[in-house]
């Protein structure tokens, strides 16, 4: 296969010798405003998943957050926490994602890869070896919201070993003491959640989410991305300028099983018209 003028297997080459934020400020050309998106593996099956990154690719979506499941997954609210429950029932394995993940970013080079997950996953994987499969695969970073940091030595001198980049979350909770370090310790760029607690519930953007993403701003000179509540094409226009990346995560799978995969196709078609 072909795109833009030269093999797939040459293009993947190209983009993983640029490091995620490299890459992130590469694609601002494109889009100021790129969107990631989030897939459960596993959950409804893997066919689907691979139906849903085919449309995101469709659709111009710039990174895909693919998330291991895990019995506890304390940064998910109710809908994710069911289709985590659902894919274990279903007998979904760490190999299983992994070798799927193979397969997406071989497929889709130009599209950033990365993995979701628990830090109980990967300690039971093996660390080391878990972060190193990650890159040989063409995983990018790593979203661990438990791993804190100056508690997973381990893990971040892995990250570092194997060039994959760990991505670290922040809150408008966050004081700007704390912000200094994460930025710091992040790599490919600071994830924002938009407000305190769970992902799933909306989110009202407006004045708090000005000063936060301010602050962040003002300490930091990574990419930002802004989660947890993004539902409407109205979101994203209020986050044009103010952030890099802005992640749907939960209003997609309502989607999904509400309207199946041709009210996704629409739902991201909607949003693709806000993003420029």
Same mark, same amino acid.
């Given at each position: 296969?072909?795109?833009?003028?030269?093999?797939?297997?040459?293009?993947?080459?190209?983009?993983?010798?640029?490091?995620?934020?490299?890459?992130?400020?590469?694609?601002?050309?494109?889009?100021?405003?790129?969107?990631?998106?989030?897939?459960?593996?596993?959950?409804?099956?893997?066919?689907?998943?691979?139906?849903?990154?085919?449309?995101?690719?469709?659709?111009?979506?710039?990174?895909?957050?693919?998330?291991?499941?895990?019995?506890?997954?304390?940064?998910?609210?109710?809908?994710?926490?069911?289709?985590?429950?659902?894919?274990?029932?279903?007998?979904?394995?760490?190999?299983?994602?992994?070798?799927?993940?193979?397969?997406?970013?071989?497929?889709?080079?130009?599209?950033?890869?990365?993995?979701?997950?628990?830090?109980?996953?990967?300690?039971?994987?093996?660390?080391?070896?878990?972060?190193? !499969?990650? #890159?040989? +695969? *063409?995983?990018?970073? %790593?979203? &661990?919201?438990?791993?804190?940091?100056?508690?997973?030595?381990?893990?971040?001198?892995?990250?570092?070993?194997?060039?994959?980049?760990?991505?670290?979350?922040?809150?408008?909770?966050?004081?700007?003491?704390?912000?200094?370090?994460?930025?710091?310790?992040?790599?490919?760029?600071?994830?924002?959640?938009?407000?305190?607690?769970?992902?799933?519930?909306?989110?009202?953007?407006?004045?708090?989410?000005?000063?936060?993403?301010?602050?962040?701003?003002?300490?930091?000179?990574?990419?930002?991305?802004?989660?947890?509540?993004?539902?409407?094409?109205?979101?994203?226009?209020?986050?044009?300028?103010?952030? !890099?990346? #802005?992640? +749907? *995560?939960?209003?997609? %799978?309502? &989607?999904?099983?509400?309207?199946?995969?041709?009210?996704?196709?629409?739902?991201?078609?909607?949003?693709?018209?806000?993003?420029?």
């Amino acid at each position: 296969m072909m795109r833009n003028g030269k093999p797939l297997s040459i293009e993947k080459a190209d983009n993983l010798k640029l490091s995620l934020a490299d890459r992130v400020i590469r694609k601002r050309s494109e889009n100021p405003l790129q969107m990631m998106t989030h897939q459960i593996l596993g959950y409804p099956d893997f066919h689907t998943n691979y139906e849903m990154i085919r449309l995101f690719h469709e659709n111009g979506v710039e990174l895909v957050e693919l998330q291991l499941p895990f019995s506890e997954p304390i940064a998910d609210g109710p809908v994710f926490l069911q289709a985590n429950q659902a894919s274990l029932v279903n007998g979904t394995t760490t190999r299983q994602c992994m070798d799927f993940a193979r397969r997406v970013a071989s497929e889709f080079p130009d599209m950033i890869f990365l993995f979701m997950t628990y830090y109980n996953v990967i300690v039971q994987y093996g660390i080391d070896r878990f972060v190193q !499969d990650c #890159a040989d +695969i *063409g995983i990018e970073g %790593l979203i &661990v919201p438990d791993a804190y940091p100056e508690e997973s030595s381990p893990f971040m001198e892995a990250c570092s070993k194997y060039k994959v980049a760990p991505i670290l979350i922040a809150t408008p909770y966050t004081t700007d003491s704390r912000l200094v370090y994460l930025s710091e310790q992040t790599q490919g760029f600071i994830y924002c959640a938009a407000r305190k607690g769970v992902t799933g519930a909306k989110t009202s953007f407006g004045t708090e989410t000005d000063e936060f993403l301010n602050r962040v701003r003002k300490v930091s000179t990574k990419p930002i991305a802004v989660g947890f509540g993004i539902q409407s094409g109205e979101d994203l226009q209020f986050l044009q300028g103010k952030c !890099d990346i #802005a992640i +749907i *995560g939960t209003q997609l %799978l309502k &989607v999904l099983e509400r309207e199946g995969l041709g009210g996704v196709s629409q739902y991201l078609k909607s949003m693709s018209a806000f993003k420029g």
